[in-house]
Every structure is written in structure tokens, then in C-alpha cells.
């Protein structure tokens, strides 16, 4: 394969071009198999369903099918350069960051900070259906939680 032979070429480690083989190739036999779920459950399924054999609704998909593959094909590939811009761009921010760390103008956080929304809905019902004390006690429970949680 020559995109496989110019990473061995350039000198990329054999481990990470392996690497990227096995997560592409797994990637798209993920894609393969959940369209032919789709193109069953949309196109073929209904279509027998109506009284249609295998061949007559596979024939019965000429009109639209070249076109519906093409499009697919062009919005995979769009989808896979928006992918590639996210993450080349976290890349290029991790080397500014890493040069601005080696330079002493920034520090990086080993831990960033985060936050958490909690949905309480219903809280105020258990305090008029049990009391202030069971809430109380569901409110030390999720402090627990949060605790365990946040830690991590």
C-alpha cells in the first residue's frame, strides 16, 4: 500500500502506523456495517415489505442510488476533514502551550478545573413529601457523590 510504505519511508515507527491501520480500518467497517443496517431498514425492508422481491427492490434503487452514494461518499469525507481540522488544531494549541511553558510565560494545570450541573428536579417534592430531614439526607448523599466524583 503506498500511503503505508511512505509512513515506513519517512521513518514513522511501525507500532503507529499499525496503529492507524487497525483504528481506520475498525472505523470504517463500523460505518460499512451501520449503513447496511440504514440501507436495509430504509431502503430494501419496506420495500419487501410492500410485496417486493430482493431483486426487484434492489433494481427498483437504480434511479437514486449512484447519487445517494456519491453524497454519502462527499459528506464522509467532509465529516472526516472537520475531524481532522478539530484535531490538528488541538495540536497546534498543545504546542503553543507547551512552547509558552518552556519559555516560563505559562504553567499548566496537571489537574483543570471543572464543574458540574446537577439536576435536582423533584428535590423540592421529596422536602413536601418526607420532610426537611430526608432531603437533608439526600442532600449529604450527593455531597458524597460529588465528593467521590470530583476526585477523580
Given at each position: ?62 434511479p ?12 464522509l469525507l467532509?465529516t ?12 497546534i494549541i ?28 423533584g ?12 432531603a ?13 466524583t470530583?476526585?477523580?
Open positions: 500500500m503506498p500511503f503505508l510504505e511512505l509512513q515506513l519511508s519517512l521513518g514513522f515507527r511501525p507500532q503507529a502506523v499499525e496503529r492507524l491501520l487497525r483504528v481506520t480500518g475498525d472505523n470504517l467497517r463500523r460505518i460499512a456495517l451501520q449503513e447496511a443496517d440504514w440501507w436495509y431498514g430504509e431502503v430494501m425492508g419496506p420495500r419487501m415489505a410492500q410485496g417486493m422481491s430482493m431483486s426487484d427492490a434492489a433494481n427498483s434503487t437504480e437514486f442510488n449512484e447519487e445517494l452514494t456519491a453524497r454519502a461518499e462527499k459528506a467532509a472526516w476533514h472537520a475531524n481532522q481540522s478539530y484535531a490538528w488544531t488541538n495540536n498543545s504546542g503553543f502551550e507547551q512552547t509558552l511553558v518552556q519559555a516560563g510565560l505559562y504553567t499548566k494545570l496537571e489537574r483543570p478545573p471543572a464543574m458540574c450541573f446537577l439536576d435536582i428536579t428535590y423540592t417534592r421529596l422536602t413536601q413529601e418526607r420532610g426537611d430531614a430526608a437533608a439526607d439526600m442532600a449529604g448523599q450527593l455531597s458524597r457523590l460529588v465528593q467521590r470530583s476526585v477523580r
